[in-house]
């Protein structure tokens, strides 16, 4: 009997082995990481300090989110050190703003992760531009997956940027999701309210429901194999009834400032959700709660000429202690997203550096 319990020990010991062995070439099946050059890319700069590399790793959906990892050269990775995600604007891709928060955040010191959204840039998702809030918000948890099993990054010491629409990703997800140390967000647009009411609240009811009726109609279409049609996003063309807002965003998306176009997609789709899927947003409420993400810290960052401060000042007001709204004076929404000159880097280097010890 002695013999046999050890036996059937030692079996299941060779078992579990095994079993440990072949988790880790899944694991391992689920993340590349491959060093690259950044100099095709216009759209953001890298000093000579950081390296970057191209990742893919999977979200809980097993699909395949891409990133941008940034690592300081000087980094020891022998040993664990801080790290933080920044996600992009709502219909953009991490090439735009969310690259140049990464990059120069790695200047200061910090490993970096930019992820493009699922449905938009290098990760998986079709139909290609689809609006899904809650996969949105696992991809942050996800990246958090990632960053947390490399050697080099402290599991217990990740925090979370999020630029425009992205910013209402990062919230979603950080009140569900505790491994999120430290939350900020630049020029946040609060998607779901954005959509319901428009800015300033100006979108009426019967408005909202005819958008909703829109986007009903067009599944029959799209169910029975008919085209895809898409909304809102930059316009392609200014004219005299462009309003402010619109110029605001064409003078990123569709001048060589700020245009990119991903592999996935193409310069007349850039920045346009699908027009079926865009009412998920309807549904979406990332402000509710926002206090249960207390005691992490905070801090929401925005122009004070900006269209969106809405939003801002909306989650600040419902956000609990420890928290801070920060204006940047002078500066517009989009002004956040690329112009290094007035995004406040001192600030979040000390707001990171503080929370992420």
């Not at 036996?7 to 299941?12: H, K, P």
């Not at 920044?86 to 200047?107: F, L, T």
């Not at 959509?195 to 109609?217: F, G, V």
């Amino acid at each position: 009997m002695k013999k046999l319990l050890m036996t059937t020990a030692v079996s299941l010991m060779l078992m579990w082995q095994a079993g440990a062995q072949q988790r880790d070439r899944q694991a391992s099946k689920k993340v590349t990481m491959i060093q690259i050059s950044t100099e095709k890319y216009t759209t953001f700069k890298v000093s000579d300090k950081v390296e970057v590399y191209r990742v893919t790793f999977k979200n809980q959906y097993n699909m395949d989110v891409a990133g941008h990892l940034f690592i300081p050269k000087s980094l020891e990775r022998n040993r664990k050190h801080p790290a933080i995600i920044v996600g992009h604007p709502m219909g953009a891709v991490k090439e735009q703003s969310a690259d140049v928060y990464a990059s120069n955040m790695a200047d200061r010191g910090f490993i970096t992760l930019a992820i493009d959204l699922s449905f938009w840039g290098e990760s998986a998702g079709a139909p290609r531009q689809v609006v899904a809030p809650d996969v949105y918000a696992e991809d942050f948890s996800a990246a958090v997956d990632f960053l947390g099993t490399r050697l080099f990054v402290d599991r217990n010491r990740i925090g979370i940027i999020g630029v425009c629409g992205s910013g209402s990703f990062v919230i979603s997800a950080a009140k569900i999701d505790p491994r999120m140390k430290a939350i900020a967000t630049v020029s946040m647009y609060d998607m779901g309210a954005a959509n319901r009411n428009a800015l300033n609240k100006s979108q009426t009811p019967e408005q909202r429901k005819q958008l909703i009726a829109e986007a009903a109609e067009q599944r029959y279409t799209e169910f029975e194999g008919g085209k895809t049609q898409y909304t809102s996003g930059t316009c392609h063309q200014l004219d005299a009834n462009t309003d402010p807002v619109q110029r605001e965003f064409y003078a990123f998306y569709r001048t060589p400032r700020g245009a990119y176009t991903p592999k996935s997609s193409s310069l007349a789709l850039t920045t346009h959700p699908t027009l079926s899927s865009n009412t998920k947003f309807m549904n979406f409420y990332p402000f509710n709660d926002i206090e249960t993400i207390s005691p992490r810290p905070m801090l929401f960052i925005t122009g004070d000429q900006a269209h969106s401060k809405e939003f801002s000042e909306d989650a600040y007001q419902r956000a609990a202690e420890p928290k801070e709204l920060l204006y940047v004076k002078g500066a517009g929404h989009v002004d956040l997203y690329d112009k290094t000159d007035l995004i406040p880097f001192d600030k979040l280097e000390s707001f990171f550096k503080a929370h992420l010890k």
